[in-house]
């Protein structure tokens, strides 16, 4: 069986557990506690599995690997199901593109490595903090709203049916919404996510459906 490292507030994980149910992927949890002051993925246990000391990480066949996005791609490449990613060569680019705004521009500059940076090297109180969060998330959330406001209409992003893009999508409006950001600027990114939200796959890959080792 496929095993998966996991923190259950993990975004990057929480991408990963989504591509899994939406292939109907059976998987082993194991929670790896990467909260400040439990830090586990820093323990030498974890840097055996994974020397970047990151969550996610899958495990098969005693073969271990990182990185969300290029986990999610092998999940699509691997199993049956329905397709993360579209058949059209063009829209296949266009849902690997939103998908990386968020993967590779917003969420590295807001995970806990950097929020703990922030504080501890330069100072940054909750208030800072919580600013540095919101600006990267409107950033990138501006742009995206465009994008998506000029697709083609459909009940997400690339069709009739959820694909790598939204994987990365529902995350991040659930990073903003727990830092209490306001969305109402990007109407368009809340209603694909209303949609996602209300299906089986993402229900049981949201954060307060999952194991908290």
């Known amino acids: 069986m496929l095993k998966l490292y996991d923190y259950w507030r993990s975004s990057a994980a929480y991408r990963v557990r989504i591509a899994l149910n939406l292939k109907g992927v059976t998987y082993e949890s194991i929670p790896v506690n990467i909260a400040p002051g439990r830090d586990e993925q820093l323990q030498s246990e974890y840097r055996t599995i994974n020397p970047q000391m990151r969550v996610p990480s899958i495990e098969v066949d005693d073969r271990v690997i990182g990185q969300s996005m290029a986990i999610i791609e092998w999940i699509d490449e691997s199993f049956p199901g329905p397709a993360l990613l579209p058949s059209d060569p063009w829209k296949r680019l266009q ?28 100072g ?15 950033r990138g959330f501006s742009a995206l709203e465009v994008i998506a406001r000029d697709l083609p209409s459909s009940r997400f992003l690339f069709g ?48 307060d459906a999952q194991q908290r080792g």
Do not use: G
């Open 124 to 138: 940054a109180d909750d208030t800072a903090i919580t600013h540095w969060y919101h600006d990267w998330i409107r």
């Open 160 to 207: 009739e049916a959820p694909t790598i893009a939204e994987t990365c999508l529902v995350p991040q409006v659930a990073n903003a919404k727990r830092f209490d950001m306001d969305l109402s600027a990007f109407p368009r990114l809340l209603e694909v996510d209303a949609a996602c939200c209300q299906l089986d796959a993402f229900v049981r890959a949201a954060p």
């Open 95 to 122: 849902a690997r593109s939103f998908a990386d705004t968020i993967a590779c521009d917003i969420h590295p500059l807001n995970n806990l490595s950097v929020l703990a940076a922030l504080r501890n090297d330069f």
